[in-house]
């Protein structure tokens, strides 16, 4: 039934966007994804990575053929547009041969497999639909926030920066002395988020080919609800950047041309018109939100694996201000807001309890007032920056140390009392 209603939610929630997609006269998630059944895709290294994501339910010897599969049907296509004197200008022109693939297997699991098997294929296959389907239903979100919301409060977000030291002028500065070779080390890995995370995954996933069964917490569930959410506050507090609104970015539209040589001024801050193209997505910054959850993840992985998570969350904050996307107000934000939406799906998935409830409340607390703080107290955080800034950043380590503590008594509590649950564990018992 879980399943059942997370996928009749999301494929309403995919027909919503596609409905307001058609409203501004642009083709919707459904009818992009579709497209790259023939089309060259978006990206191709995200399809590869969801089709990853549908082989961990098959065994070694299918997942080898299915590789095979897409691999021999991309060569293929690739042949009949180098026939037909087929240009990919845009996109990668590989990928096709793998979303056949998870296309494939949903066929197969409809007319070849039954009862737990034909489940939990059709699991592994709704799970990487739902990667490239959540990729998709990001890029409308991110239109309909640059047409619903003709101003932004980059203002607000710049002056409460102050209190932070002005970080995106800092690293803005940094990147660009590090010369081509870190611009495209860290162009990369921003890029390719959501190819760690698969990695991340898959990692966790390693034994549902062998339990026939799925954890009943990992990584792609994080990632998929933080997706779903972030938008909406998207709409909240639209902002789109210091390179848009301070830079070479924005154009016409940008304040000023400052970023990232000098920090704009400190006056009263007020909403600012822009243009119905760029997207108000910074606030809160969801690639740190994501790359957050990678790191949290990750860390029950060997040293490979966390060193890995590690470096993509340090290289994604250093791309995220170093580029100009984001502002260090969002990046804050961003984490407080990726740890409550774990914290919330831990605590589902044990069932709520005071614990799990005080967690999560705590987290959507400090997130709320972080926003409030930076929409109706950015002049106050500017002009007392040893104050708010050290506010600022013992307001997400509260909430860091809240989730380090209490997930380490569950972890705890669940070795304890082993899967019968009987014998009942307090905070003293576990501590040093």
Known sequence: MLWATAGATAVGFLITLEIAARHYGLPGPITNQAKEVIFPPKSGFLLYASMALTM???????RFIAA??????????????WALGIRVTDGHPFGNGALWVILGCAVIAVTRRAGRERVLLLKGVGLGLLLVAGRKAGDIWLLITSRTRPTVLDQYAATADHALGNPSW???????ASGPIGSHVLDYVYIQLAVAAVVVAMYQLRHVAVERRFPRHHLVRTFLVIGLLGPAVYMIFPVVGPVFAYGTGG???AVADVWPHTPPPV????????????????MPSLHTAWATTIF????????????????WLIAT?????????HYGVDLVAGAVFALTVEAALRALERGWDRSGTQLVAHGATVFA????????LPLEMAHHPWVSGPLVVLAMASVVHGYVRTTTLWEATARVTGPRGAVPVTPEAVSP
């Open 56 to 62: 961990v339910v098959l065994t070694w010897r299918e």
């Open 296 to 311: 949290i993840h990750s860390r029950k992985g060997p040293r490979i694996l966390r060193f890995a998570g590690t470096f």
């Open 267 to 282: 006056h009263a801050p007020h909403p600012i018109p822009f243009d119905e193209i760029t997207p108000r997505n910074c």
């Open 317 to 325: 904050l250093g791309a995220t201000l170093g580029f100009g996307y």
């Open 170 to 176: 800092l690293a803005g500065r940094i990147v660009r």
């Open 251 to 253: 154009g016409h539209w």
């Open 369 to 376: 007032a972080l926003l409030a703080s930076y929409r109706f």
């Open 68 to 81: 095979g599969a897409a691999i021999g049907i991309d060569l293929v296509v690739f042949l009949v547009r």
